[in-house]
C-alpha cells in the first residue's frame, strides 16, 4: 500500500496530469467526488453544513486506463492528515499543509486524491518521475541556504592591517578590500584608521628639495656663426637706373 504521506510530495498533480496525458494511456478519469460526514451520497463538492471547520471524510477519483476497467480510487482524510513525521521540521511543514488542505478542501484534498489515483493507476508512468525528481540537486535557492548556514566569516583585523600600511599606495589598495568586503559602512573606528593612517603616511613623506643653483641648467647662447647660418643672407639693392638719353634742346621758331 502507498504511503499517504509520502505521496508524492515532490510532484505536483499538474505534472503528474501532464505525464499521464501525454503517454496517451489515459482514456477517463471522473471526480474527484466527496463523502461528507454523515452523508450517504458522492457529490462532485463539498460544503461544510453542520460546523464551520467540517471537512471530507473521503474523497475518490475513478480513473480508466487504455485497455484496463475503470479504477475507483478512494483517500481518507485523517489518513491524510496524519503526521508521522519523525523531523521536527517536517513535522511542523505538514502541520502547515493540513492547515493549508483545512482551509481548501475541494482544490487541495481533490488534487490530492487525484494524484493518488495516477500513481496507482500509472505506476510505470508516474513513479520514474519522482525517483528522478528525489534524486535532482537541490534548487540554488536551497543551496544557498545551506552554504550561508555552514559559512564562517573571515576573522580579519582590518584596523591592524590599516595601522601597518606602510605607503599611502597600500593604503589604497586596502581602503578597496574592505570597502569590496562591505567592512566600511557604518563602520565608524575603521573609517577613523584610515582617516589617521593616510596622515601619518602623508606627514612622513619627505618634502622636496629646493633647487640649487648648480642644479639650474641655462640654455647657452648661440654662437654667431649659428646665428649667421640661422638668418637670411642680406644682399643690396641696385640704385635704380636714371634715363641717360639727353633731349634736344627745341629748335628755334623763324620770325
Known sequence: MTDTNDEAKGLGVAEARAAVQTSGQLEGIEGP????????????????????DAHPVAAKVIVTRAGQKPREIVISWDEYAEIIEPD?????RERDWNATRARKPMSVFGAEVERHAYRVVFADIIEPLIAAKRAAPA????????NVAQYVPESRDWIADVDNAQ????????????????????????????????????????????????????????????????????????????????????????A
Open 88 to 92: 521536527p521540521e517536517q513535522a511542523e
Open 167 to 254: 605607503t599611502p599606495q597600500a593604503l589604497d589598495i586596502l581602503h578597496d578590500e574592505a570597502r569590496a568586503a562591505g567592512v566600511l559602512k557604518l563602520n565608524a573606528p575603521l573609517m577613523s584608521a584610515f582617516s589617521k593612517r593616510i596622515g601619518e603616511l602623508t606627514a612622513k613623506a619627505p618634502a622636496a628639495a629646493p633647487a640649487t643653483p648648480a642644479d639650474i641648467v641655462l640654455p647657452s647662447a648661440p654662437s654667431p656663426l649659428a646665428v649667421a647660418r640661422a638668418s637670411k643672407p642680406l644682399t643690396a639693392s641696385a640704385p635704380p637706373q636714371r634715363d641717360r638719353k639727353r633731349r634736344r634742346p627745341p629748335k628755334p621758331q623763324a
Open 139 to 146: 534548487p540554488v535557492s536551497a543551496r544557498l541556504e545551506v
Open 33 to 52: 467526488l466527496f463523502l461528507a460526514e454523515n452523508e450517504t451520497e458522492w457529490l462532485p463538492y463539498f460544503v461544510a453544513r453542520y460546523t464551520p
